[in-house]
């Protein structure tokens, strides 16, 4: 329970801090993301009806008699004077603070739920590039503008792969069972990506248990590959993945 309590919070960092994290794999990460940005989601969307509020019966009507009083002349027509306040609200910096605030939310929340991407906050992210340049992590360490592009580009490369494979048809898992009863891998081909599927994690499969071992993206009809390796003995537990499967053709080498 104290794992959707804090992953919420956790899953705001960028994905560098959160892999260096030791309970990590564990982490419900997507449930966590959806859960944090909407509630980003929803306290943009209070702050922006309490800014507005504010801002209209406060500073904007202020700053319009302002105005008028040094233009004696001038004359508003009848129920403008809420119009200019809506528009003195809108061209200050916080209102579009707040809006950036709520949309971000929304992203994440999009993200998490259709493609399985965990994003973090803005702010977070731009420290944490900050802090990688300042340290200068070695020479082996990719350049910083192409990594700042590449994580620019990774969320809607995600929506491209994500429209792509939704065109695919909905068919059945496949499953190859391959090696011996020493050391049996269990290769599962899927048409759709499974979420929470991040190595290492352990999934269970009737009365078998298997960890993670790698996931994959290939090509054709079922295009994501999970490979797990079967467990000498079970490790039930609140973070086991439960697994499924069809009907679907059964291939055992």
Same mark, same amino acid.
């Given at each position: 329970?104290?794992?959707?309590?804090?992953?919420?919070?956790?899953?705001?960092?960028?994905?560098?801090?959160?892999?260096?994290?030791?309970?990590?794999?564990?982490?419900?990460?997507?449930?966590?993301?959806?859960?944090?940005?909407?509630?980003?989601?929803?306290?943009?969307?209070?702050?922006?009806?309490?800014?507005?509020?504010?801002?209209?019966?406060?500073?904007?009507?202020?700053?319009?008699?302002?105005?008028?009083?040094?233009?004696?002349?001038?004359?508003?027509?009848?129920?403008?004077?809420?119009?200019?306040?809506?528009?003195?609200?809108?061209?200050?910096?916080?209102?579009?603070?707040?809006?950036?605030?709520?949309?971000?939310?929304?992203?994440?929340?999009?993200?998490?739920?259709?493609?399985?991407?965990?994003?973090?906050?803005?702010?977070?992210?731009?420290?944490?590039?900050?802090?990688?340049?300042?340290?200068?992590?070695?020479?082996?360490?990719?350049?910083?503008?192409?990594?700042?592009?590449?994580?620019?580009?990774?969320?809607?490369?995600?929506?491209?792969?994500?429209?792509?494979? &939704? *065109?695919?048809? !909905?068919?059945?898992?496949?499953?190859?069972?391959? +090696?011996?009863?020493?050391?049996?891998? @269990? =290769?599962? $081909?899927?048409?759709?990506?499974?979420?929470?599927?991040?190595?290492?994690?352990?999934?269970?499969?009737?009365?078998?248990?298997?960890?993670?071992?790698?996931?994959?993206?290939?090509?054709? &009809? *079922?295009?994501? !590959?999970?490979?797990?390796?079967?467990?000498?003995? +079970?490790?039930?537990?609140?973070?086991? @993945? =439960?697994? $499924?499967?069809?009907?679907?053709?059964?291939?055992?080498?």
């Amino acid at each position: 329970m104290w794992m959707y309590l804090i992953a919420p919070a956790l899953s705001l960092l960028p994905r560098r801090w959160r892999e260096s994290l030791h309970s990590s794999p564990s982490m419900p990460w997507v449930p966590a993301t959806i859960i944090s940005g909407c509630a980003e989601a929803v306290c943009g969307l209070i702050g922006l009806v309490y800014w507005y509020s504010y801002s209209v019966t406060g500073w904007a009507q202020k700053s319009l008699f302002v105005q008028l009083k040094a233009h004696p002349g001038t004359a508003l027509p009848p129920a403008t004077e809420g119009l200019f306040g809506l528009l003195l609200v809108a061209a200050h910096p916080l209102t579009w603070v707040i809006v950036a605030f709520s949309l971000e939310g929304i992203v994440r929340v999009c993200a998490a739920a259709s493609t399985g991407e965990i994003l973090g906050t803005l702010p977070i992210f731009i420290v944490d590039k900050c802090l990688a340049l300042f340290m200068h992590r070695g020479s082996s360490a990719k350049d910083p503008r192409d990594s700042l592009r590449a994580s620019g580009s990774s969320f809607f490369s995600a929506l491209r792969q994500e429209y792509l494979t &939704s *065109r695919l048809p !909905l068919v059945a898992d496949e499953l190859h069972y391959t +090696g011996r009863d020493s050391e049996e891998f @269990l =290769e599962i $081909r899927a048409c759709r990506r499974k979420p929470e599927w991040d190595p290492p994690r352990v999934v269970r499969c009737g009365d078998d248990y298997f960890r993670l071992e790698r996931a994959a993206q290939t090509f054709g &009809s *079922r295009p994501f !590959l999970y490979v797990l390796r079967r467990l000498a003995s +079970g490790v039930p537990g609140r973070t086991v @993945l =439960e697994y $499924r499967p069809d009907t679907s053709p059964l291939l055992r080498n």
